[in-house]
């Protein structure tokens, strides 16, 4: 999962870009990137890291221009520690295209002997979005007449290309001399979105992001999502210009987003993420009601931050208290997005910290958003535990996650999943709980409809099995999890 920004603007882009990776920094920390335009040249700074740590002041005044796009990057396909796949990447022909994708692609290895044997194209790292690029900046090459580009040639090699490609993928991209490109797979699985605000000049700016935070965030109006399929073009002018995609939809978009990811004071698809936590805890207070006696818990505490919404109204719903027990260190990152279970283990004490006097000797329910591998749920069992609850109750907001999802979240192997090949009681044993009650799939689908979202089906094959795009079999994930292992 990344966050990618798309900027035309009238003023310099530099800060804007960067305010604006700041708001979506919670999508990705491993690494960030800008891209900005100033007349047909390209000015480029990316490294490694959090966004405060990779930008200096000398590095935003080596990025000049009033348009340009940004990244911040959470690893899923490629290397997590190498620095040469932070994006924007950056293709000289044909006519000059930085671009940035969130996402994943399924059928990688295919794109690469295509782009090798018939397109004569290299690619250089790991990244999934350098193939995406390459086949962008192709289609480009095959559309074109002459050596200028149009709207209408651009739309028609963003169809070529959303025939080529499978998988998930938001992009943006610009093309020196000519503008701001964004599109969104056919399925519109990873969300993207627009906005737009009003320059000193009078004239109308466009910023296009992941979420809608990062627009209401720079004083941009939301303006909609894209949707399935379609391409949004600002040319260098400032006039807008969209197409929607034949073939494309229905809206299918990944669940988890509302679940975990997004913040929750994003609109995503027309649902609040926040309005979704809500219902989600109504949803769960109805099984955590029918599997267990409310009088025998005597507290709900959420493991912050996302499962607030849900462990305040589930908390309500009963008639339950709801306290903090756990007081996060704010300064270290999301440990489901960091990469290696070691890793992930020792930041779960460093980044929470149980507070004794919530716990001892009471009945704690506590309230995830969700149990992947488990580690985070172990560990904080085992802190309740030390801080002297009585029993440890554990519900989660979000269904089992028994299958791994190839769209843009790292959870690819089964055997990284706590839920894989075990049942409810398999798992409780395996985190340590007194009780463990879980989010049925239909209540988890049910919470994002009451929400009000445009969609009405959703990528879900964490939780289901159910891959939306038809291609992956289960001889694919075997093979992927075979690459992974040897990688590992």
């Known amino acids: 999962m990344c966050g990618v920004l798309g900027l035309a603007g009238q003023s310099p ?6 305010d604006g990776l700041l708001l979506l920094q919670h999508r990705g920390q491993d690494a960030a990137g800008i891209a900005t335009c100033s007349g047909r040249n390209f000015a480029v700074h990316k490294d490694s890291g959090l966004v405060r740590d990779v930008f200096r002041t000398r590095n935003m005044r080596a990025l000049p221009g009033n348009t340009g796009i940004g990244h911040v990057r959470y690893p899923t396909a490629g290397s997590a520690v190498c ?22 692609l399924t059928n990688t290895e295919q794109l690469k002997q295509e782009l090798f044997q018939r397109d004569r194209r290299h690619i250089n790292t790991d990244s999934d979005s350098e193939v995406l690029l390459n086949v962008l900046a192709h289609e480009l090459d095959n559309e074109a007449r002459g050596v200028s580009l149009d709207p209408d040639t651009i739309f028609r090699a963003v169809a070529t290309l959303h025939r080529r490609v499978r998988g998930a993928y938001a992009c943006v991209a610009e093309i020196s001399g000519y503008g701001l490109l964004a599109f969104r797979d056919p399925m519109g699985i990873r969300p993207l979105c627009y906005g737009v605000a009003e320059a000193p000049n009078g004239q109308t700016e466009y910023l296009i992001a992941s979420e809608s935070v990062a627009l209401e965030g ?17 040319d260098m002018d400032g006039n807008f210009h969209s197409r929607l995609y034949e ?25 609040s993420v926040y309005d979704v936590r809500l219902k989600l805890g109504e949803n769960l207070a109805e099984t955590v009601a029918r599997q267990m006696q409310a009088g025998d818990i005597d507290v709900v505490i959420p493991i912050p931050e996302t499962s607030r919404p849900s462990a305040m109204q589930l908390a309500s719903r009963l008639g339950l208290n709801y306290r903090e027990g756990f007081i996060k260190n704010r300064y270290v990152g999301r440990t489901f997005i960091m990469p290696g279970q070691s890793v992930r283990r020792k930041s779960v004490r460093q980044k929470l910290n149980a507070m004794s006097i919530e716990f001892r000797g009471k009945n704690v329910l506590l309230v995830d958003d969700s149990i992947v591998r488990g580690t985070t749920s172990r560990e904080i069992v085992q802190m309740a535990r030390e801080a002297g609850a009585n029993k440890v109750f554990f519900a989660s907001a979000a269904p089992p996650v028994r299958f791994p999802n190839v769209y843009g979240i790292d959870m690819p192997t089964r055997s990284e999943l706590i839920a894989h090949e075990r049942d409810d009681e398999q798992i409780r044993e395996a985190i340590g709980a007194d009780a463990l009650v879980y989010q049925s799939i239909d209540a988890m689908k049910q919470a994002v ?16 099995g159910q891959y939306c795009t038809g291609d992956v079999t289960p001889e694919w994930l075997a093979a992927l999890e075979a690459s992974r292992s040897r990688a590992g």
């Open 83 to 104: 620095s040469e796949e932070a994006q924007p990447f950056y293709v000289n022909a044909p006519f000059g295209i930085t671009f940035a994708h969130n996402g994943n």
């Open 218 to 234: 720079m004083g941009f109006r939301l303006v909609r999502d894209l949707a399935p399929g379609e391409a949004v073009f600002i």
């Open 13 to 18: 882009a530099n800060q804007l870009l960067y």
């Open 247 to 271: 073939q494309a939809g229905p809206l299918t978009p990944c669940i988890f987003e509302y679940v975990y990811f997004a913040r929750p004071d994003s609109v995503i698809d027309g649902a």
């Open 449 to 464: 409809l009451d929400a009000g979202t445009h969609a009405r089906q959703f990528e879900a094959s964490c939780f289901d």
